[in-house]
């Protein structure tokens, strides 16, 4: 059975730094690419890109480039999302998702989410 | 990349049928036969329903259905059911290689 399970919530001040993780099970980890999807509050479904772990290639959304950092370790079969520097408006919850298919970038299997808080 | 646009809400009784539209650009809906479609209950993570405009994944109902017409994509759902009412997305992938989301219609069941 294929799953992704997401590290826990976290509350942040600004200007703190954030990994937060996406574990993937039940499938190869490495032939898949696996995407992050930002879910404001009350608002709507926003890609933010995705990661091949098989080889770390690497795709963003224009809105996302320079504000975040995907990354993968496949010795764990692990997605990261990371901030350098928190800010109010990266209070979120936050999904992985698996991209099913490269050719169309379905995802078919999702994370339960990680709600991020980020206050002062 | 500008979202896709989706109509904020569409209702409807149960046993009616519903359509939801997706209007995209030439880069995006109306040159790939790669929209897809997900429902979100509130509370829970997005569930795949529709991909490749109109192909169902293994264990959703035949009730959602997709099409495409120009820059159009469309979702119906009919016999609808209160199970069915939640948030639906439209998403497309685009010339730039990657995946865009429509901004979500809210289904309320009457």
């Known amino acids: 059975e294929v799953q992704l399970v997401q590290s826990g919530a976290e509350v942040k001040k600004p200007g703190e730094s954030l990994k937060i993780s996406c574990k993937g099970s039940g499938y190869s980890f490495t032939s898949y690419w696996i995407g992050w999807v930002r879910q404001m509050p009350g608002k709507g479904l926003e890609w933010m890109g995705i990661?091949?772990?098989?080889?770390?290639?690497?795709r963003y959304s224009p809105s996302f480039q320079g504000q975040v950092t995907i990354s993968a370790d496949k010795s764990i079969s692990t997605a990261y999302l990371q901030w350098s520097s928190l800010k109010a408006s990266d209070t979120a919850m936050y999904y992985c998702?698996?991209?099913?298919?490269?050719?169309?970038?379905?995802?078919?299997?999702w994370g339960q989410g990680t709600l991020v808080t980020v206050s002062s | 990349q500008s979202a896709l646009t989706q109509p904020a809400s569409v209702s409807g009784s149960p046993g009616q049928s519903i359509t939801i539209s997706c209007t995209g650009t030439?880069?995006?809906?109306?040159?790939?036969?790669?929209v897809s479609w997900y429902q979100q209950h509130p509370g829970k993570a997005p569930k795949l329903m529709i991909y490749?405009?109109?192909n169902r994944p293994s264990g959703v109902s035949n009730r959602f259905s997709g099409s495409k017409s120009g820059n159009t994509a469309s979702l119906t759902i009919s016999g609808l059911q209160a199970e069915d009412e939640a948030v639906y997305y439209c998403s497309s992938y685009t010339s730039s290689r990657i995946l865009v989301f429509g901004g979500g219609t809210k289904l309320t069941v009457l």
């Open positions: 030439s880069s995006d809906v109306g040159y790939y036969n790669y």
């Open positions: 490749d405009v109109s």
């Open positions: 990661i091949y772990p098989g080889d770390s290639d690497t």
């Open positions: 998702a698996r991209v099913g298919s490269s050719r169309n970038l379905k995802f078919d299997y």
